[in-house]
Each structure stands twice: as structure tokens, then as C-alpha cells.
């Protein structure tokens, strides 16, 4: 059966939050995009829809405060995620700052679990819909609410728009894991899409201070060896990865490895080897639910 059609239905969705002010750090993140795409660092495609991006609509953000996280180890890991900060008597303006972040209390009912990205996204999707734990991963409803949002063949400049119209819709992430980057990977000279992947990172690690990101390793888009090509992709694949768990060590975002799908099982690969396979999207599932069970959301 094939993984990467249309969408599976979703589960119930969460009431959307009272109305309030709009996310100002989301509008500076946003202004953030702009002034990247200027500096030659998005695709003029991005750049220019987000020059058409309208302003937010007013709402209270649903992240809530927790306890400040500490400086970025050498190696990313968990935070636990159970504790809460005594609430200021007037709120203040909160500063982004990449190594001192603030954590969002998982502990309160229906927080937000976003999946965001290309066509893995959406073949864990549909696999997990037809799985014993469902679209909720085995989380209950009552602590957080997973909500996937996977586009065929999305390539990286599409990402920070994509989350801004997620962003519109439902409320503000505990937790946001993307997955993208596999449909923008050349066979050479990846510095652009390094360095747009750098930058938005860095631009939702401060729009989203109290969010949880855990950024997805690039996975291999084939599962055998034919030609030189692939093996130059492998190589441009392996640099990214290498490359970004150094710099999300740095931002203080979570590196997600995906060190058991790999391009010589070709039965975890559908025969046009461009998507994963059930056996494969099954393994996806399985990682992203052994990160999420590290910051306690599954009771």
C-alpha cells in the first residue's frame, strides 16, 4: 500500500486557546525570515511569501513557563520537562536566547505535539493511524495532543511558512519535531541549504522559547548502491547530519538520530526507493516516540 498519498484523518483537536495578544517574539521571527532572505540565505520563493505573510491573529500563546534550561552539553539530551516556575505577577518581556531557554510544563492537559515535514512525515502518518498506539503515539489525550502535518515532496524554504499557517490554526507548541531537508540535498555543495537550516533553527529557537525542538536527522532516499550519484548523496547526507547535531548542540535544540534506517536495508525503502516502507516507517515511529518518552509525556 502505498505511504505517500493524501492525508489520514486526524484525531480530535483541542479547543483553540482564548483570544489575547498576538506571539510577538513569532512576529520578529518572522521579520527575522525577511532580513535572512535578503542576506541571500532563502530561496526568493520563501522569500517572497514571507514578505506576504499577514499579521497574526490575536490569541494567547498556550506555551507556559518552566524552569530555565541549563547550558547545551556536548551531546544533546533531555530536559525533564515535569517542573513548574511560579507565575510573575506581571508578565514580562521574555528574551530568546539560544542557551537559555525556557521549558513548557508537559504536565497540563492537551499540550501540543507538532510533526512537521516532507514525505516521511507523512508515510509515519498514515502508518501510524493503522498501528495499535494510533496518531497519539500511545500518549494519552488528556496530556498532549500529537498533531502531524506532512507535505509530499516539501522542500526546506517551505518550512517557516508552513508552521506560520499551522501557527494561525492551533495552539502554540510544547513540542515541535521537523523532518525535512531529503528533497532539497544535492549531490555537492549543500552550503545554502546548511546554512537555511542553520538559520531557521535559530529563528524558531527564538520565536518559540518555551518550545521543545527537536530537529530530525536526513534520511537516505534509496536503498542500494547503483551508481556514483548515490554514493555522493550518502556522503552530502552524512556531512548534514554531522554538521547539524553540532549545531543543535549549540541552539540548545534536540538531534534526533535515525542511526537504524540506512540505505543497504532496502526492505525498509517501497520499491521506487524514494519513501519508506511500512517496516520503515515503523522505525521512524519508534524513535520518535523513544525521544518523546525522555521528556515524560506519556505518563
Not at 539560544?98 to 508515510?123: M, R, Y
Not at 502508518?127 to 516539501?154: C, D, E, T
Not at 546548511?194 to 536527522?217: C, E, G, H
Request: charged share 25%; net charge positive.
Amino acid at each position: 500500500m502505498a505511504l505517500v498519498g493524501g492525508r489520514g484523518r486526524e484525531g480530535p483537536k483541542p479547543p483553540d486557546p482564548p483570544g489575547g495578544a498576538p506571539n510577538a517574539a513569532f512576529l520578529k521571527a518572522l521579520e527575522a525570515v525577511v532580513a535572512a532572505g535578503k542576506r541571500g540565505l532563502l530561496g526568493p520563493a520563501a522569500l517572497a511569501a514571507a514578505e506576504r505573510v499577514p499579521e497574526l491573529s490575536p490569541r494567547t500563546s498556550s506555551s507556559v513557563e518552566g524552569n530555565s534550561r541549563g547550558v547545551s552539553q556536548e551531546v544533546p539530551g533531555p530536559v525533564p520537562l515535569n517542573a513548574q516556575k511560579k507565575k510573575k505577577k506581571k508578565q514580562q518581556p521574555r528574551v530568546a536566547m539560544a542557551v537559555n531557554a525556557h521549558l513548557p510544563d508537559v504536565t497540563s492537559p492537551q499540550k501540543e505535539i507538532w510533526i512537521c515535514g516532507n514525505s516521511v512525515v507523512l508515510a509515519s502518518e498514515k502508518r501510524a493511524k493503522n498501528s495499535l498506539h494510533g496518531l497519539q503515539l500511545g500518549i494519552p489525550a488528556s496530556r498532549a495532543h500529537v498533531y502531524w502535518h506532512g507535505r509530499f515532496a516539501m522542500k526546506w524554504e517551505h518550512l517557516l511558512l508552513v508552521l506560520c499557517d499551522i501557527y494561525h490554526k492551533r495552539p502554540s507548541p510544547s513540542v515541535l519535531i521537523i523532518h525535512l531537508g531529503e528533497d532539497d540535498l544535492l549531490p555537492s555543495d549543500n552550503f545554502s541549504l546548511l546554512m537555511s537550516m542553520k538559520n531557521d533553527l535559530d529563528i524558531l529557537r527564538k520565536a518559540f522559547p518555551d518550545t521543545v525542538i527537536i530537529w530530525s536527522s536526513l534520511l537516505p532516499r534509496c536503498g542500494s548502491k547503483k551508481h556514483e550519484k548515490t554514493e555522493h548523496m550518502e556522503k552530502a547526507l552524512k556531512e548534514i547530519n554531522t554538521r547539524m547535531a553540532d549545531y543543535c548542540n549549540k541552539i540548545d535544540v534536540h538531534f534526533l538520530s535515525h542511526s537504524s534506517i540506512t540505505s543497504d536495508k532496502t526492505g525498509l525503502f517501497l520499491p521506487n526507493l524514494t519513501a519508506l516502507s511500512d517496516a520503515g516507517a515503523d522505525i521512524f515511529i519508534e524513535d520518535v516516540q523513544t525521544v518523546l518518552r525522555l521528556y515524560e509525556l506519556f505518563g
